[in-house]
Nanobody
Framework: VQIVESGGGLVQPGGSLTLSCVAT????????AIWHRQTPGKERELVAF????????RLLDSVKGRFSISRDNDKDTVSLQMNSLKPEDTAVYYC???????????WGQGTQVNVSS
């Protein structure tokens, strides 16, 4: 199983980034998809969640109205669209998947997002 994130980088406050994640080696449509983020000294927090069919999503309160999560099961990808970025969004963002039956999780290595002027 491989989970590979891309799209991180440096952006100014108010800017936008789109993070993408490709999952291989699993039947992607049997897995929920998750984005977490972590900053040094803080616990990892759930940013966004989407069910295996894409019909239900959850977002961290502090990103509602700015971030959105989507998936394309034909391409085995999940995306996190991040708009109106703030310095406090700076973190390593991790993509993960969770089996809808087994609960087994797989995680990527993370991609760094820096929001700074």
């Amino acid at each position: 199983v491989q989970i590979v994130e891309s799209g991180g980088g440096l952006v100014q406050p108010g800017g936008s980034l789109t993070l993408s994640c490709v999952a291989t080696g699993v039947p992607f449509d049997e897995y929920h998809a998750i984005w977490h983020r972590q900053t040094p000294g803080k616990e990892r927090e759930l940013v966004a969640f989407i069910t295996e069919d894409g019909y239900n999503t959850r977002l961290l309160d502090s990103v509602k109205g700015r971030f959105s999560i989507s998936r394309d099961n034909d391409k085995d990808t999940v995306s996190l669209q991040m708009n109106s970025l703030k310095p406090e969004d700076t973190a390593v963002y991790y993509c993960g998947i969770r089996g809808i039956s087994s609960g087994t999780e797989f995680w990527g290595q993370g991609t760094q997002v820096n929001v700074s002027s």
